[in-house]
């Protein structure tokens, strides 16, 4: 399986959906949280060249936010982007 990175806030309520989204497929996901490393928001910002969170990331392909993953399950896009 690819690997799964989540860039999220503490009081984000999308970011707490994405990653209940993932917990509950028994997906692991790393979770960057950019409200506590300005660095890193930076990074998050230049890979996906939004400010808003989440930012989800599979493998090198940039999913976007909640509702761009909640399409790409419902598209049957999701499965085929964690597959290695």
Same mark, same amino acid.
């Given at each position: 399986?690819?690997?799964?990175? %989540?860039?999220?806030? *503490?009081?984000?309520?999308?970011?707490? *959906?994405?990653?209940?989204?993932?917990?509950? #497929?028994?997906?692991?996901?790393?979770? %960057?949280?950019?409200?506590?490393?300005? @660095?890193?928001? $930076?990074?998050?910002?230049? $890979?996906?060249? #939004?400010?808003?969170?989440?930012? %989800?990331?599979?493998?090198?392909? !940039?999913?976007?936010?909640?509702?761009?993953?909640? @399409? !790409?399950?419902?598209?049957? $896009?999701? @499965?085929?982007?964690?597959?290695?």
């Amino acid at each position: 399986m690819k690997k799964v990175l %989540i860039y999220s806030t *503490r009081i984000c309520p999308y970011c707490m *959906r994405a990653k209940n989204f993932f917990k509950k #497929r028994d997906v692991p996901y790393e979770d %960057i949280m950019v409200d506590q490393d300005s @660095e890193q928001l $930076k990074i998050m910002m230049e $890979k996906s060249k #939004r400010q808003s969170v989440p930012q %989800i990331f599979i493998g090198d392909y !940039h999913v976007g936010g909640f509702d761009d993953l909640v @399409e !790409h399950d419902m598209d049957g $896009k999701l @499965e085929d982007l964690l597959k290695e």
